[in-house]
């Protein structure tokens, strides 16, 4: 089985640099590969996605995607190129918006439960100044585990 791993924009794969000359030579149908890199990452337009393509002998394929740093989704959610100093102090996500990104990051994170992936990124925002519903992110912490989120934090059942 041979690996192929290249950085995408989301939704934007071509047969060109880098995944076609990569996987030309591996005998699988680069349109098919490319067809299903982009329909896998259409939720990431806009970011750059880590995507790992395993090729078998016989010309199959299996796609794994993984997901943008923490900080790149939170800007995406917020609707910002960068976050600076100067616009920092002004921007404030939802806390929709923080469960969003815990669930999408929640795969490669250590937290053993949603309320504890939100923390994680809670964490993020505290260290790049964004606010949370307008409060310091470490006040959204400390209500989260005073359990006025419960509900909104609740774990899907598989």
Same mark, same amino acid.
């Given at each position: 089985?041979?690996?192929?791993? %290249?950085?995408?924009?989301?939704?934007?794969?071509?047969?060109?640099?880098?995944?076609?000359?990569?996987?030309?030579?591996?005998?699988?149908?680069?349109?098919?590969?490319?067809?299903?890199?982009?329909?896998?990452?259409?939720?990431?337009?806009?970011?750059?996605?880590?995507?790992?393509?395993?090729?078998?002998?016989?010309?199959?394929?299996?796609?794994?995607?993984?997901?943008?740093?923490?900080?790149?989704?939170?800007?995406?959610?917020?609707?910002?190129?960068?976050?600076?100093?100067?616009?920092?102090?002004?921007?404030?996500?939802?806390?929709?918006?923080?469960?969003?990104?815990?669930?999408?990051?929640?795969?490669?994170?250590?937290?053993?439960?949603?309320?504890?992936?939100?923390?994680? %990124?809670?964490?993020?925002?505290?260290?790049?100044?964004?606010?949370?519903?307008?409060?310091?992110?470490?006040?959204?912490?400390?209500?989260?585990?005073?359990?006025?989120?419960?509900?909104?934090?609740?774990?899907?059942?598989?």
């Amino acid at each position: 089985m041979k690996e192929v791993e %290249v950085l995408v924009e989301g939704g934007k794969a071509t047969p060109g640099p880098p995944l076609g000359p990569a996987l030309g030579p591996l005998g699988v149908n680069v349109k098919a590969v490319v067809e299903e890199i982009n329909r896998l990452t259409k939720d990431y337009e806009g970011m750059q996605v880590p995507v790992k393509v395993k090729v078998t002998a016989d010309g199959k394929f299996e796609i794994s995607v993984g997901t943008p740093p923490t900080s790149v989704l939170l800007k995406k959610e917020l609707g910002v190129e960068k976050v600076t100093p100067e616009n920092a102090p002004n921007l404030s996500i939802s806390l929709e918006s923080v469960v969003k990104v815990a669930r999408m990051k929640r795969r490669q994170m250590l937290a053993s439960s949603l309320k504890k992936a939100v923390k994680e %990124v809670l964490g993020t925002c505290k260290s790049m100044g964004i606010r949370v519903d307008g409060k310091d992110p470490r006040e959204v912490q400390r209500e989260i585990d005073d359990g006025k989120y419960d509900d909104m934090l609740r774990e899907e059942e598989s």
